[in-house]
C-alpha cells in the first residue's frame, strides 16, 4: 500500500483538531484530518451548539410564562419536546456541514476512518482502519492528537445509557423525563436542570462540593441557586452520591425507577425517571498507539509542554485530551498556536489566565482571570467593585434583573485580575473584560471607555468605577 506523505496530520476533528488543521493549511503547510465520526467532535454535535439550541427553547418556555409581566397574555401554549430536540440535531447538522465545506476550502484531505499510531522513520506513521481494515497509510512529519475526552463516571455510577445517563445521551434524549436526578452541579449539569425544568420535569441537582458551579465565584453561584430554587430546582450542595441503581417500580413491572443514594449534607434516596452523570471528564488515550509510540500518559491525560509537545519528537496533543481546561475555545486556540510554532512563527504561549469560562444557563454565569479569593490567596491587595443588574436600566427594561457584575482590581497597579458576570447575556458581556485583561487593562480603562447608553455592558463601566468609588448609577 502506498503511503501519503503530510507535514501535518490532525488526529481528530473536533473544534480543536479542525482548527489546527485550517490554521496548518493557511500556513502553506500539507494537512490531512483523520476522524472517525462527524467533524465537529463533540462540541458541535453533542455539546456547546446544540445544547445551546435546547438551552434557547428553554428560554422561550421561561419567557412565555412571564408574558404577563409585559402587558401580553399568552394561554394555551404547547410544546413538542422531540420537535425542540429535532431543532437542536438540526443546528448541529448544519454546523458540521459547514466544517466540511472549510476542510474543502482549505484543501485538507479529510480522511474519515480510525487512525493508529505507529512508529516510522523520519515521522509518524498513521493506519487508518475502516471496519478493521487498514484502508490508507499516511506519514506525517508532524502528528497533532486531538482526539478530545469522555465523560467520566465513578464506582456506582454506572451509565448505562437508558436510565443513567451522560451528556451524550441527555441531548439526544427526546422524551421529557417526569423526574430527574443531576449529579454534579458543574456548567453541564446546571444546564441540562435549566433546560429540564423549563418544560416541566422535577428536577434535583446533587453536588458534592459546597455551592452550585463550584469553580465560580461564590457571590455569583449564590445567585444562580436562588434563582434555580425560585424554578423549583431542587440543589443538594455538600452532598455525595453513595450509588445509583435502576429497580422495577414494583415487582413483576416492565417499568423501572432510579435509586440514587446520598449522604452528607443530605441523606435521603432520590427517585427519579432517569439520572444524569455529569461529573468530569476523562481524555481519550486509549486504542490508538499512544502506548506503542511511548506518549507520556499522565492520570487519563496526554502530558504536554508549552507548545503541545509530548515527549516523542514530532508529535503533538492538543484540547481536552491533554487535560482541563476542558473548553473549545482552549482546544481552538491550542490547536492554532501549535501550528503557527510548528510553522516557526514567534508567537508567545497561550495565556490560561485570559480563558473565558461560561455557564449557559439562566442567568448565564461568565469568569476571567482570579476570583477575590483566588488573588487574596496569592497575596494580592484587592480592589473589588460591583454593580447589581437589578440597578441597570437596561436591564429592568427587558426584565432580567437577577445577578451583577463583580470586577477584582490590584489596588497597587489598579490591573483586572479577573472579572465574574451573572445575568443575562453574560456570556456576550464577558468578551470585553476578557480583551481588557489581555491588554493590562486598568479600573481606567473601562471607567474612561464610553458605553453606549442603555446596554447590559454598562456595568462593566459601572463596576469598574465601584472599585475605586467612581460609579455613578449605584
Not at 490532525?10 to 480543536?16: A, C, H, I, P, Q
Not at 478530545?148 to 423525563?177: T, Y
Not at 423501572?256 to 425517571?273: F, H, L, P, Y
Not at 494580592?380 to 477584582?408: H, M, N, Q
Request: negative net charge.
Amino acid at each position: 500500500m502506498a503511503k501519503s506523505e503530510f507535514d501535518v496530520v490532525v488526529l481528530g476533528g473536533g473544534v480543536g483538531g479542525y482548527s489546527a488543521a485550517i490554521r496548518a493549511a493557511q500556513l502553506g503547510l500539507k494537512t490531512a484530518l483523520v476522524e472517525t465520526a462527524r467533524l465537529g467532535g463533540i462540541c458541535l454535535n453533542w455539546g456547546c451548539i446544540p445544547s445551546k439550541s435546547l438551552l434557547k427553547a428553554a428560554e422561550v418556555m421561561h419567557m412565555m410564562k412571564k408574558s404577563k409581566e409585559f402587558g401580553i397574555t399568552v394561554s394555551g401554549v404547547e410544546f413538542d419536546f422531540a420537535a425542540v430536540v429535532k431543532r437542536s440535531r438540526d443546528v448541529a447538522d448544519k454546523s458540521e456541514k459547514g466544517v466540511q465545506y472549510l476542510m474543502k476550502k482549505n484543501k485538507i484531505t479529510n480522511i474519515a476512518g480510525y487512525g493508529i499510531l505507529k512508529k516510522h522513520n523520519g515521522g509518524t506513521l498513521i493506519e487508518v482502519q475502516n471496519g478493521g481494515k487498514v484502508t490508507e497509510e499516511l506519514v506525517a512529519k508532524h502528528t497533532i492528537i486531538a482526539t478530545g475526552s469522555k465523560a467520566r463516571s465513578f464506582p456506582g455510577m454506572d451509565v448505562d445509557g437508558k436510565r443513567v445517563l451522560s451528556f451524550m445521551e441527555g441531548i439526544v434524549l427526546d422524551k421529557l423525563p417526569e423526574s430527574v436526578t443531576i449529579i454534579g452541579a458543574g456548567a453541564i449539569g446546571m444546564e441540562f436542570a435549566y433546560f429540564w425544568n423549563a418544560f416541566g420535569a422535577k428536577v434535583t441537582v446533587v453536588e458534592m462540593l459546597d455551592q452550585p458551579l463550584p469553580m465560580e465565584d461564590k457571590e455569583l453561584s449564590d445567585v444562580v441557586g436562588r434563582e434555580y430554587r425560585k424554578l423549583g430546582i431542587n440543589i443538594m450542595t455538600g452532598t455525595k452520591v453513595e450509588g445509583i441503581t435502576v429497580e422495577k417500580t414494583a415487582p413483576n413491572s416492565k417499568t423501572e425507577k432510579v435509586i440514587t443514594k446520598v449522604s452528607g449534607k443530605n441523606n435521603a434516596e432520590i427517585e427519579s425517571d432517569i439520572a444524569l452523570v455529569a461529573v468530569g471528564f476523562a481524555g481519550n488515550v486509549t486504542g490508538f498507539g499512544l502506548e506503542e509510540l511511548g506518549v507520556n500518559v499522565e492520570k487519563g491525560f496526554i502530558k504536554v509542554d508549552s507548545n503541545y509537545k509530548t515527549n516523542v519528537d514530532g508529535v503533538y496533543a492538543i484540547g481536552d485530551v491533554n487535560g482541563p481546561p476542558w473548553l473549545a475555545h482552549v482546544a481552538a486556540t491550542e490547536g492554532i498556536n501549535c501550528v503557527e510554532k510548528i510553522a516557526g512563527h514567534d508567537v508567545p504561549d497561550v495565556d490560561y489566565n485570559c480563558i473565558p469560562a461560561v455557564t449557559f444557563c439562566q442567568p448565564q454565569v461568565a469568569s476571567v482571570g482570579m476570583t477575590e479569593k483566588k488573588a487574596k490567596e496569592l497575596g494580592y491587595e484587592v480592589k473589588v467593585g460591583k454593580f447589581p443588574f437589578s440597578a441597570s436600566g437596561k436591564a429592568r427594561a427587558v426584565g432580567e434583573t437577577a445577578g451583577l457584575v463583580k470586577l477584582i482590581f490590584d489596588a497597587k497597579y489598579g490591573e483586572l485580575l479577573g472579572a465574574h458576570i451573572c445575568g443575562n447575556e453574560a456570556s456576550e458581556l464577558i468578551a470585553e473584560v476578557t480583551l481588557g485583561k489581555a491588554m493590562e487593562a486598568t479600573f481606567e480603562s473601562f471607567v474612561r471607555t464610553v458605553h453606549a447608553h442603555p446596554t447590559l455592558a454598562e456595568a462593566t463601566m459601572e463596576a469598574a468605577g465601584d472599585a475605586y468609588g467612581e460609579a455613578i448609577n449605584i
